[in-house]
């Protein structure tokens, strides 16, 4: 139990914090980690304008990223100057001097330092410059006494922060919709262009018991859709001690694997319906697609980042695969689940990326059965291999590639949207309703992961049949079916 800490600022009224969050479902994770350490020690919630503390979660794995940061850090000192700015995550990670060097931060807590940061920040005498040193910063400590840094070696950090985020805006309201819980954390691959290992750190995972316990807990509250996630989901289990959470006498031999886990969530719990994140290319193996494909209780959907079609540019990215391995596990999917969506990471504008190498990519893309992909257009970062790299692709030319493959991947989703009219498919009811010239619509999800807007009002947490009518503005519209 954590200790009901009094941090009184005002007028001896309850102490309040907001925490707002950049970036992946790992840093949403953790916000809601953290917003449950303030709740704990007595603090409630309030708007950025108004609350004593605000803590600003970040992201840094693009320099988009970190501007975000640094607008949203002038943000809130321009609406509430009396706020104490508290900065964490993977950018306070990365440069924590340089976030406090910027006006109206009062402290950086770096993801080392994150399963402490309430304690962190709510101590009533903090040492001036409380900082646990980076070699090649502790000359700065004496021209910093204001702020306090808290950062360390993030290869050491051991803690893995697991509460579960709900992805609709109403659910502090009561709504119960599709939370998402975060099982494993770090990544040890070494992507030449990446840098959350270095911010992260090494690959850890939430336990077996630890992943049954808050689905069970889940399930008892009424939620009915889980979606599981992670830095690197599909090393769930690698770091674990022989023999934790294995199903049989001869899985207890080897140490578990992320189809354990699967296997376990089914067997331990009443979760109608799990639906997994981004699993990497070489995780995918003939058991894991199997098992999406024969469990209606595993909602169809894959998504497998890709990166590049071209063999040359992979290898200068340090990924584990090669182009013909990638199509073969799309190929296996798709073949095991026809009407699964299936997407893809793809970065465009990797130093010394050719016209021909984007070619392979805009191929590959184009024969392989996508319903959607995120494409990202290449961002140089500090200390990554990829940043000295020489060749570095001009942006203009990198951003054109990127309208390519996002201009190919709306007519795939078109297409694949198009082939459900008339087809019955089943959704999850969200929380939103949506007022048309043509009645009240609810927004749902389907099993493959397609919104569909369907007609009447509908109560959230429900899965019903739709028949789909028609797709307009890339929305599929339906019918109770």
């Not at 990446?194 to 992943?211: A, D, E, N, T």
Request: hydrophobic share 40%; proline share 6%.
């Amino acid at each position: 139990m954590c200790p009901r800490i009094r941090y009184l600022r005002y007028d001896n009224q309850v102490p309040t914090y907001y925490v707002e969050n950049f970036g992946c479902r790992a840093t949403q994770a953790d916000g809601a980690t953290l917003a449950m350490q303030f709740e704990a020690r007595g603090l409630t919630r309030a708007s950025a304008s108004e609350a004593e503390i605000v803590l600003l979660n970040t992201c840094t794995v693009t320099a988009s990223a970190d501007q975000d940061a640094r607008a949203a850090i002038r943000r809130v000192q321009r609406q509430n100057p009396l706020a104490k700015i508290i900065v964490t995550g993977c950018y306070a990670q990365r440069a924590p001097e340089e976030i406090a060097a910027l006006p109206g931060v009062t402290a950086v807590i770096g993801n080392s330092h994150k399963h402490k940061l309430a304690e962190l920040a709510l101590a009533p005498n903090p040492s001036p410059n409380s900082f646990l040193p980076l070699s090649n910063l502790t000359e700065k400590r004496e021209a910093r006494a204001e702020n306090q840094i808290y950062v360390s070696d993030i290869f050491a950090h051991t803690e893995l922060l697991a509460a579960p985020v709900f992805e609709s805006s109403s659910a502090a309201q009561g709504d119960r919709t599709r939370p998402n819980l975060k099982i494993q954390d770090g990544c040890d691959n070494r992507c030449s262009f990446c840098i959350i290992p270095s911010v992260r750190g090494h690959s850890r995972s939430l336990p077996l018991r630890g992943v049954i316990d808050q689905v069970n807990t889940l399930v008892e509250a009424g939620y009915r859709e889980l979606v599981i996630s992670g830095i690197n989901l599909g090393r769930w289990g690698r770091d674990l001690a022989r023999g934790t959470g294995s199903r049989t006498s001869s899985a207890r031999r080897r140490k578990p694997r992320f189809e354990t886990l699967i296997h376990n969530i089914l067997e331990q719990t009443r979760i109608e319906k799990l639906r997994i994140s981004s699993v990497e290319p070489m995780d995918w193996t003939d058991e894991l697609i199997d098992l999406l494909a024969s469990s209606p209780r595993i909602a169809k959907h894959a998504h497998v980042p890709l990166q590049s079609g071209s063999d040359a540019v992979l290898r200068r990215m340090h990924r584990k695969y090669r182009p013909w391995h990638y199509s073969e596990k799309i190929e296996k999917i798709r073949a095991a689940m026809p009407a699964a969506a299936i997407g893809a990471d793809v970065m465009t504008g990797f130093p010394g990326e050719t016209d021909a190498e984007f070619e392979c990519t805009r191929r590959l893309v184009e024969k392989l059965p996508f319903t959607y992909l995120h494409v990202f257009t290449y961002s140089a970062r500090p200390g990554t291999p990829a940043a000295a790299l020489r060749n570095q692709v001009p942006v203009h030319v990198a951003r054109e590639r990127n309208k390519v493959l996002r201009d190919l991947a709306a007519e795939k989703k078109f297409a694949f949207m198009q082939s459900f009219v008339g087809e019955p498919l089943q959704a999850i009811t969200l929380t939103a309703t949506i007022s048309t010239p043509d009645g009240n619509f609810t927004e749902t999800l389907t099993d493959n992961y397609q919104k569909l807007y369907l007609k009447g009002q509908h109560e959230p947490n429900q899965w019903l049949s739709a028949l789909v009518t028609k797709v307009e503005d890339e929305v599929l519209l339906g019918i109770p079916a």
